[in-house]
């Protein structure tokens, strides 16, 4: 029994460096993915909640799309047709050689736009919730509109919507384990090679299981810990009216 724990292990024959790579790819990607597909989310939203008809049927179309289509299936049309889009435009081009998605590159854009169709509800939800009252205020300040966005609306936005962003950036680390898919070497890749190579699915996977864990579990303390600090001024005003 310990010698099947020794291909956990950092020595000859072990498995333990691969995995820790593995678990690099897996964060890496979960943390490129994360500011793009919250900044596309929120301008999703933005587009939502704007006067603008065309802007609102383009956004509802979009969350209608990427919401109801499976994250596998839109990983596969971006690595491969996307690819196949841009092979033909290289080849227009006159450009020699060909064109290859990397695919750190196609996981991170298909990981972000499922992200951002589902935080864009998150946000949209959260511009709900503050007060028109607050940016008549800053008009009458003299303040551009942007300028209220930013100083005034964004600040407050952050506060309501980081408990909806933080349920969001969990399933992103389980979303990430689609892209061993298209051969990006991450926690499930190298779980499923090691298993093929040592058969002891139940040791490998078992150590999957246990890495998603501790990633989630410190994830889950940092977004509480994010959160108290976002709602301290709400703490402290409470405490000062009782």
């Not at 940016?135 to 509109?145: D, N, Q, T, V, Y």
């Not at 490998?204 to 509480?224: E, Q, R």
Request: net charge positive; no cysteine; hydrophobic share 55%.
């Amino acid at each position: 029994m310990f010698d099947k724990f020794a291909l956990l292990g950092f020595g000859e024959g072990g498995w333990g460096l691969a995995l820790l790579q593995g678990t690099g790819v897996t964060l890496s990607i979960a943390l490129a993915t994360l500011p793009f597909g919250l900044a596309l989310g929120l301008v999703v939203a933005l587009w939502k909640r704007s006067r603008n008809v065309g802007l609102r049927a383009i956004s509802t179309a979009y969350t209608t799309v990427f919401r109801g289509v499976p994250e596998l299936l839109t990983l596969y049309i971006i690595y491969f047709g996307v690819q196949v889009v841009f092979q033909e435009f290289w080849r227009w081009l006159g450009l020699p050689g060909t064109f290859s998605m990397p695919p750190f590159v196609a996981g991170m854009i298909a990981l972000g736009v499922v992200l951002s169709a589902f935080s864009s509800e998150v946000w949209v939800g959260a511009l709900n919730s503050i007060p028109q009252g607050q940016r008549e205020a800053a008009a009458a300040l003299g303040l551009s509109r942007a300028q209220a966005f930013r100083l005034i609306v964004f600040p407050q936005l952050i506060r309501v919507a980081l408990p909806g962003l933080g349920n969001n950036w969990m399933v992103l680390l389980k979303e990430t384990s689609l892209v061993s898919v298209i051969t990006l070497p991450d926690i499930m890749f190298i779980t499923t090679r090691a298993n093929v190579a040592t058969k002891e699915p139940f040791l490998f996977f078992g150590a999957a299981i246990m890495i998603y864990l501790v990633i989630s579990l410190i994830s889950a303390w940092g977004m509480g810990r994010m959160e108290l600090r976002a709602n301290r001024g709400i703490a402290a005003f409470q405490g000062a009216t009782r």
